[in-house]
């Protein structure tokens, strides 16, 4: 409890920034989906996608830096251990909500594998709907992928147990970037470094 008490703002202000992105790419997705109406085409739609997962992805690594980067000035102030893993820990404790309905729809699919469809559908139901929100920015990618699994049929057999695979996958990246961005702002590094500034003494 302590960690949640110290830390709460910041895990609160990674899972909003995937809800207000979230609904970002949901209205992307939507204006895509009513102008490519009359196409059957889902290339518009994936592409969308793409571009808001890169910019979720994008924000989460800038947001991230920044707590790591205050959290080196504050452990420096108490002359304090760096923890890099501090910002994986956050990052996973932000994606609780994700993993939880992750699960539902993989026990819904291992159910309806296991021949109990109905009950298994139930599950997953109440796993998707949610998570269809939260990763509305990958909305094109997750259908993209799901409609090639019905096109296999040893998959289609397993649907509900592959697409509650993919829907995890889609989880994963935000917690692997927001654990290495807190770690290059812990460090004080930046993948694309600054220029450095001239000295004013070094005049010719």
């Known amino acids: 409890m302590g960690f949640w008490k110290k830390n709460s703002y910041q895990i609160v202000r990674l899972f909003i920034i995937q809800i207000g992105i979230a609904i970002f790419g949901l209205v992307l997705s939507f204006a895509v989906s009513s102008a490519f109406r009359e196409r059957d085409d889902a290339t ?105 699994t019905r096109l296999v049929q040893d998959v289609s057999r397993s649907y509900y147990l592959v697409a509650g695979l993919i829907f995890l996958c889609t989880t994963l990246p935000a917690v692997a970037v927001t654990g290495f961005a807190y770690w290059m702002g812990l460090h004080e590094r930046r993948i694309i470094p600054s220029a450095k500034r001239p000295d004013k003494t070094d005049k010719n």
């Open 44 to 148: 518009p739609l994936l592409i969308v996608s793409i571009f808001s997962v890169l910019f979720y992805l994008f924000i989460l690594y800038s947001v991230a830096w920044e707590i790591g980067g205050k959290e080196r000035l504050r452990l420096d102030a108490v002359h304090d251990k760096l923890r890099g893993e501090k910002g994986l820990i956050l990052a996973l404790i932000a994606q609780i909500p994700n993993f939880i309905l992750d699960l539902l729809m993989l026990i819904g699919g291992l159910l309806s594998f296991a021949g109990k469809t109905v009950v298994g559908s139930r599950f997953f139901a109440v796993g998707y709907l949610p998570a269809t929100f939260l990763h509305s920015m990958y909305i094109g990618v997750v259908r993209s992928l799901l409609a090639a």
